[in-house]
């Protein structure tokens, strides 16, 4: 018998969660889905580094991006999950004869764990010089910046939608340094997507901007990706 292991359209029973005592409701909420979440389940039985791995699946089935010879930055690329997904999608182990060998560079303020083909350094993106090294380590340009990123939340709505469009207008700046011509951006917005002067600065540096939600997001989650095409350069 064939295992369903897309993580979509499956039936299973629901796993129900008992309040405890010292456990905030919110937790326990929290716990329950987890344990009912298929992506949560997928992750585990694939060996990926959690469910956010799904998200740059979805969005490279779509935009296909991550092509074999790719040279990739991941920013903020704890715990590993894009990097997983990009290592076998660029071909980083040459495992796929007869295809080009491309290159993961993950990069994060803390350490991370190794990837099987992915090269992760700790590294502040923000920091002066961070471009010039990373273009060293590439020995070259980028062809894709990405970036799972999120400002630390205040519980405020507004105030952290502000957060996450900087933290991702200053990953597009980053982008800008570091991407080859034809390159692509992808970044973690929040509902509404890359907003006002963001959404201008990306047309005006790529020839094509979306803002998608791709299928192993949440749908409570306010989340959305920018996923910019087609850097001029």
């Known amino acids: 018998m064939s295992k369903n292991t897309s993580g979509r359209g499956a ?15 919110s937790s326990t909420l929290w716990l329950e889905r987890q344990l009912n979440d298929p992506y949560v389940k997928l992750a585990k039985a694939e060996g990926m580094r959690g469910r956010a791995a799904y998200k740059i699946r979805d969005l490279d089935d779509k935009y296909r991006f991550l092509v074999p010879g790719a040279r990739v930055v991941d920013l903020g690329c704890a715990p590993g999950g894009w990097c997983q997904i990009g290592a076998e999608r660029v071909n980083a182990l040459g495992e796929k004869k007869g295809k080009a060998v491309g290159y993961i560079l993950g ?10 083909g992915a090269e992760i350094h700790v590294l502040d993106f923000l920091d002066e010089g961070a471009d010039d090294q990373v273009k060293a380590w590439l020995n070259g340009k980028a062809d894709v ?10 519980g405020h709505k507004q105030t952290d939608h502000l957060r996450i469009i900087s933290l991702c207008e200053a990953a597009a700046y980053f982008a800008f340094d570091v991407l080859d011509e034809g390159g692509t951006f992808v970044a973690k917005v929040l509902a509404g997507g890359a907003e006002g002067e963001l959404q201008k600065l990306l047309k005006t540096r790529f020839t094509k901007v ?17 996923v910019a095409t087609g850097f001029k350069g």
């Open 107 to 116: 990069v994060d303020l803390q350490e991370v764990e190794p990837v099987p």
């Open 145 to 154: 910046v990405m970036s799972d990123m999120a400002a630390a939340s205040s």
């Open 210 to 226: 979306a803002n998608v939600k791709p299928p192993a997001s949440r749908a409570d989650s306010s989340e959305k990706f920018v």
């Open 11 to 25: 039936r299973a029973l629901r796993v129900k969660v008992k309040s405890a005592r010292g456990r905030k409701l």
